[in-house]
């Protein structure tokens, strides 16, 4: 499906190379202040920097063709529009017989036939999340309301690792840099991994680390509708993430119970945790703590350099070089889209839990 959400509802619609890309996002209480300029500032950071991503130059200008009147939300559905300006679809009709590892391609072809759009990735293009990040901006703006902020960071690049976990103060200090690094010593580093990469034809992955913070006690709605369960679901639509943690993540699993469980504390009359290894989240409901989650994103699988690939017609190994435009590492502008996406599922349940009305 395209949809997502239980009371907040998102819906993606584009293409990368078609007319548009947007989202439609449902269920937004009337009365918020949507700050259109704030909005486009989120937009522009997914933007590629020269550099360290892909050539294509969208402008990415949001229109707003619903849901808001005289600033404020109305109660109907948001739609957000962006124009595709800068497209270029024929490199892609290679890939219908050949696809390129990696990608979506094959995937695609064979659940839509000769209809899949396959022009820049089509329906499964990184260009989609411009939608997320449009829509999460409002979802931001809902929770700020509340006092919750969100913030992400680049915490790894190949093998840069940046050994600190940040707070959502220091994560925005990320802003100030093209490679979303915490600190410009980190950023240095982690641009020289990715033009090493990229010099070699090559691509490099990263980890996007994600913190909540201001978050009352109790959000989630256990069973099936945990909040663990539902930002996993959210960022697995993320085009090139591969994994998930939350707080300590898999180093639990090497951890000893006294060493993992979060003291309770007392801070200022609230009942909090010394320490954060469950990342904000027990038994699939919020602690109190920052939430904290990583997601880990694969080298982007448009490479320059040659690959074996499939000839789908004659059967055929084929040595695949591809041109195009792209990213030699999505991490950095994975950055808003992560804050975005976890910001549209925190909405929706701090609705679902009447913690928005
Ligand atoms: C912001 C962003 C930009 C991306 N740019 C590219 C790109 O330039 N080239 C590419 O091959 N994949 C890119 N991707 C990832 C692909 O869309 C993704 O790997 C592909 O659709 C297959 O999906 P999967 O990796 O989730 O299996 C990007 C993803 C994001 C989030």
Redesign the pocket.
């Known amino acids: 499906m395209n949809t997502i959400g239980s009371e907040l509802r998102l819906t993606l619609f584009g293409a990368s190379h078609g007319p548009c890309v947007g989202a439609v996002l449902d269920g937004v209480p009337p009365g918020l202040t949507v700050d259109l300029a704030r909005l486009q500032g989120e937009v522009d950071l997914?933007r590629p920097r020269a550099g360290i991503g892909?050539p294509r130059a969208e402008e990415d200008r949001v229109e707003v063709l619903s849901g808001l009147l005289d600033g404020r939300s109305t109660g109907a559905p948001i739609a957000l529009l962006v124009v595709n300006r800068n497209i270029d679809p024929q490199k892609y009709e290679r890939f219908r017989t050949v696809p390129r590892p990696?990608?979506?391609d094959l995937t695609a072809r064979s659940k839509y036939s000769e209809c899949a759009d396959l022009r820049g990735?089509g329906q499964?293009?990184?260009r989609m999340?411009v939608g997320i990040v449009a829509a999460g901006a409002i979802a931001k703006m809902l929770l700020e309301e509340r006092g919750v902020r969100i913030a992400a960071y680049v915490r790894q690049v190949g093998r840069v690792l940046d050994p600190e976990d940040r707070d959502v103060t220091a994560a925005l200090l990320s802003r100030s840099n093209d490679v979303r690094a915490a600190t410009p010593e980190l950023a240095e580093a982690m641009r020289a991994e990715i033009a090493a990469a990229r010099e070699e034809g090559d691509s490099v992955g990263g980890v996007v680390q994600c913190i909540a913070d201001g978050l009352p006690m109790g959000l989630g709605e256990p069973f099936f509708d945990t909040v663990e369960g539902e930002l996993a679901k959210m960022m697995f639509a993320?085009?090139?993430?591969k994994g998930i943690e939350f707080g300590a993540g898999f180093a639990a699993a090497g951890m000893r119970g006294s060493q993992h469980n979060d003291p309770f504390v007392l801070v200022d009359g609230k009942v909090r945790t010394a320490k954060n290894d469950a990342g904000g989240i027990l038994g699939g409901i919020t602690n109190g703590m920052p939430v904290v989650l990583r997601v880990a994103i694969?080298p982007?699988?448009?490479i320059a350099r040659g690959q074996r690939s499939l000839d789908l017609e004659t059967g055929e190994q084929t040595d695949l070089r591809i041109e195009g435009r792209?990213?030699p590492c999505?991490a950095p502008?994975?950055v808003p889209?992560v804050e975005a996406a976890a910001a549209l599922v925190l909405a929706d349940l701090s609705v679902r839990g009447g913690m928005l009305d």
């Open positions: 997914r892909t990696g990608h979506a990735g499964f293009s990184g999340t993320v085009p090139g993430v694969k982007t699988a448009s792209h990213d999505i502008r994975a889209v």
